[in-house]
């Protein structure tokens, strides 16, 4: 009987899998369980600025350096610990970015935006890459416009003026609920996923 509930937790798995990984330039083999844990810390920290933003939400009062800072720059700062805790390289990428920091950083970055772009229906997926000289697999997840983004987001002239004053080049307004807002993108270097592999064997 356990027997084949682990079966069925295996199958349920490689289901899962296959999702995230469907595509084109996906990978077809199961995840391995670091590469898991990056989808999930994803999925973690897009629920912590979905969460964040909702708490502006139906406050009249315009935002401030103080509430920004309780949004997403929380996520940027996640996205570094993530990535020193870890190994990988984590970050936010966007076409109409905010921070030049997100700007696409390569061929790659840019091929996965338009994609998300053209198929609303895709989440994300994994892509084979060499960052800095070292191969491994970039997962990139999709970021989508929420009603509670438009404090920020929205309206060029609606912006908050703290936002005006510290982007001078901000690109990142006039979107409407539903719009393709940038993606995370998770670099796990070869060299990391095998340490850790060797690790829980
Ligand atoms: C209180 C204002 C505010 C709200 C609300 C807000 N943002 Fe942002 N957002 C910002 C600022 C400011 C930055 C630039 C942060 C930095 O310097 O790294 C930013 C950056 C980003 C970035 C990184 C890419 C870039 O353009 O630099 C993404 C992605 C993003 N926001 C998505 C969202 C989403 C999705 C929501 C709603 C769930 C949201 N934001 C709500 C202010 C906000």
Redesign the pocket.
């Known amino acids: 009987m356990l027997q084949r509930f682990c079966l069925w937790s295996v199958t349920l798995l490689l289901i899962a899998g296959g999702w995230l990984t469907s595509g084109s330039a996906a990978i077809a083999a199961p995840l391995p369980a670091d590469l898991g844990r990056a989808v999930q810390a994803i999925e973690n920290l897009d629920a912590m600025?979905?969460g964040?933003?909702?708490t502006?939400e139906g406050s009249d009062a315009m935002?401030t350096g103080e509430?920004?800072k309780?949004?997403?720059?929380p996520?940027?700062m996640r996205a570094k610990q993530l990535s020193q805790e870890n190994g990988w390289q984590v970050k936010?990428?966007?076409t109409?970015?905010?921070?030049?920091?997100?700007a696409p950083d390569n061929d790659q970055a840019r091929t996965a935006l338009n994609r998300f772009e053209a198929n609303p229906d895709v989440m994300g997926f994994w892509d084979r890459e060499t960052i800095d000289g070292q191969s491994g697999l970039r997962y990139y997840r999709r970021?989508?416009?929420?009603a509670?983004?438009?404090?920020?987001?929205g309206a060029k002239g609606d912006r908050?003026d703290?936002?005006k004053a510290?982007?001078p080049d901000d690109?990142?307004f006039d979107f409407n609920v539903g719009d393709l807002?940038?993606?995370y993108a998770v670099f796990v270097p070869d060299e990391v996923k095998a340490a850790i592999e060797t690790a829980v064997q």
């Open positions: 600025r979905s964040l933003a909702s502006l935002p509430t920004f309780q949004v997403c720059k996520v940027g936010q990428i966007a109409k970015y905010r921070n030049p920091a997100h970021i989508n416009v929420e509670s983004c438009l404090a920020c987001h908050p703290f936002v510290k982007y690109k990142a807002r940038g993606m």
